[in-house]
Antibody, heavy 126, light 107 residues
Framework: QVQLVQSGAEMMKPGASMKVSCTASGYTFTNHYIHWVRQAPGQGLEWMGMIDPGGDDTSYAQKFQGRVTMTRDTSTNTVYMAMSSLTSDDTAVFYC???????????????????WGQGTLVTVSS | DVQMTQSPSSLSASIGDRVTITCRASQSISTYVNWYQQKPGKAPNLLIYAASPLQSGVPSRFSGNGSGTDFTLTISSLQPEDFATYYCQQSYSTPITFGQGTRLEIK
């Protein structure tokens, strides 16, 4: 079955950088975009950006441009999301999510995100 | 950016009730709307994609409707496991945006 497994919780200092991993299994990794979604404590869902594991194309929300980098390793079916210059406002659960549409159809049809990682809690505190 | 205004922000209802959650987009987005359910401490779960098709495995009491700017998620007969927070999402253009969420509570 499709599974996305994320790396464990992290405690970070303000100003530090962090990197969260998301390892996929149960489907063809290069066929589906992966999105990253942030959720601050008690708050709603915020889209951060997406990566095409089949072509390494990325798109980031303007809010995160220059501070977030998404990469992929096709040898391990893993996507990474790195964020720099952390502040306490970045304390949140970070989710990776698989786009249900195959990459060739993305933007033409909308099938939502059909599988999510378990979430990674990142706490930024001095 | 496309803003998604979701209402109500919270809702109290009883088992067996029919409830409707609304999402309004700041511009026309065809049917590029998805609906998710999230329970505390868990990742969101896809219920409806492209405004109306039901995701595989989701009970038929859930339904979605709408196109253009106005969208609805309806639960025809609330079950105990439906008490959760619901989010709409637009994928018409980036940045992809979510509604603020609707917390559905037991009356």
């Amino acid at each position: 079955q499709v599974q996305l497994v994320q790396s464990g919780a992290e405690m970070m200092k303000p100003g530090a950088s962090m990197k969260v991993s998301c390892t996929a299994s149960g489907y063809t990794f290069t066929n589906h975009y992966i999105h990253w979604v942030r959720q601050a404590p008690g708050q709603g869902l915020e889209w951060m950006g997406m990566i095409d594991p089949g072509g390494d194309d990325t798109s980031y929300a303007q809010k995160f441009q220059g501070r977030v980098t998404m990469t992929r390793d096709t040898s391990t079916n893993t996507v990474y999301m790195a964020m720099s210059s952390l502040t306490s406002d970045d304390t949140a659960v970070f989710y990776c999510a698989k786009d249900q549409a195959v990459r060739a159809a993305r933007g033409i049809i909308d099938l939502g995100y059909d599988s999510w990682g378990q979430g990674t809690l990142v706490t930024v505190s001095s | 950016d496309v803003q998604m205004t979701q209402s109500p922000s919270s809702l109290s209802a009883s088992i067996g009730d029919r409830v409707t959650i609304t999402c309004r987009a700041s511009q026309s987005i065809s049917t590029y709307v998805n609906w998710y359910q999230q329970k505390p401490g868990k990742a969101p779960n896809l219920l409806i994609y492209a405004a109306s098709p039901l995701q595989s495995g989701v009970p038929s009491r859930f339904s979605g409707n709408g196109s253009g700017t106005d969208f609805t998620l309806t639960i025809s007969s609330l079950q105990p496991e439906d008490f959760a927070t619901y989010y709409c999402q637009q994928s018409y253009s980036t940045p992809i945006t979510f509604g603020q969420g609707t917390r559905l509570e037991i009356k």
